[in-house]
């Protein structure tokens, strides 16, 4: 069982930033590949961001990149997911997430939810002038 605690989201201004962060379960980081999903109303959870477990490789969705960076820092066991130059399409609810372990410690690009076992509770972002 890994548990996840989502942080840092807000209302922000377009064109600001926020940090979201993601606690995990002690050593997670060691086993898990950790993704960022987003749902806004009406629409389908999407993957935004995801980082492998070992060898350091992230994907990112194709209408954040460039502006979400996402990060991990195994020693806080933290997952960070820095977001920059944002726009009023990226409100949703943030959320963060473990890959099965029958998927391996790696992310893939498509990036998909139904691979993803273990979930926070999730973190507003609005971005509104």
């Known amino acids: 069982q890994v548990q996840l605690v989502e942080s840092g989201g807000g209302l922000v201004q377009p064109g600001g930033s926020l940090r979201l962060s993601c606690t995990v379960s002690?050593?997670?980081?060691?086993?898990?590949?950790i993704g960022w999903f987003r749902q806004a109303p009406g629409k389908e959870r999407e993957g935004v961001s995801c980082?492998?477990?070992?060898?350091?490789?992230?994907y990112y969705l194709h209408s954040v990149k460039g502006r979400f960076t996402i990060s991990r820092d195994n020693a806080k066991n933290t997952v960070f997911l820095q977001m920059n130059s944002l726009k009023p399409e990226d409100t949703a609810v943030y959320y963060c997430?473990?890959?099965?372990?029958?998927?391996?410690?790696?992310?893939?690009?498509?990036?998909?939810?139904?691979?993803?076992?273990?979930w926070g509770q999730g973190t507003q972002v609005t971005v509104s002038s």
């Open positions: 002690k050593f997670a980081l060691d086993y898990y590949a």
């Open positions: 997430a473990a890959q099965s372990r029958k998927y391996g410690p790696y992310c893939t690009e498509d990036m998909d939810r139904n691979e993803f076992e273990y």
């Open positions: 980082a492998s477990s070992s060898n350091g490789a992230t």
